[in-house]
């Protein structure tokens, strides 16, 4: 009789932990509060998928950074069509400083930067987390930028 009951028991907790359903949602990549920022992961991701014409300036590369260490990674682009930021693009990888980026049309960053009309990160500026028009894979439009500004990580 104690068997009985005890398989009894045991079926009633299979049959409600059968009925229960795990949902799982996605860990968000970037920091809360921070959407307009792309992981390191998804700009690596990005750059090893994309077709655009690449040109790589700034530090190379460290997988193995700690992420305390990783720079900001900015990759800017020359065009926009629909929701998609590709053309010829330029991949900068390093510290604080002044990007020189004429015909810039959309950018993303591992970390919040400037973008201005100006060369010499002078004129008019606004900053990537005030984006007016976001874009695929965390790009934000920014037609008329000139410069770049890249703050300390």
């Known amino acids: 009789m104690q068997f009985t009951s005890k ?6 907790s299979l049959a ?5 359903t795990v949902v799982a949602t996605p860990v968000p990549t970037t920091p809360e509060g921070e959407s ?7 700009m690596m991701h990005w750059l090893a998928t994309t077709d655009a014409a690449l040109t790589i300036i700034g530090e190379p590369i460290n997988p193995l950074a700690p992420r305390s260490a990783q720079n900001t990674m900015v990759t800017y682009c020359s065009s926009r069509t629909q ?5 010829a693009c330029t991949f900068y990888n390093g510290g604080a400083t002044c990007l020189n980026a004429p015909d810039t049309n959309c950018l993303a960053a591992t970390n919040n930067v400037g973008f201005c009309d100006r060369a010499g990160c002078g004129g008019s500026c606004n ?3 005030t984006c007016g028009t976001r874009l695929d894979n ?3 439009f920014t037609p008329g930028t000139r410069s770049i500004i890249v703050s300390p990580a």
């Open 7 to 12: 398989l009894v028991a045991l079926a009633g």
């Open 16 to 20: 409600l932990l059968a009925s229960l």
């Open 36 to 42: 307009y920022l792309v992981s390191h992961a998804e």
């Open 83 to 87: 929701n998609v930021c590709g053309g």
């Open 127 to 129: 900053q990537l987390s």
């Open 138 to 140: 965390g790009f934000c």
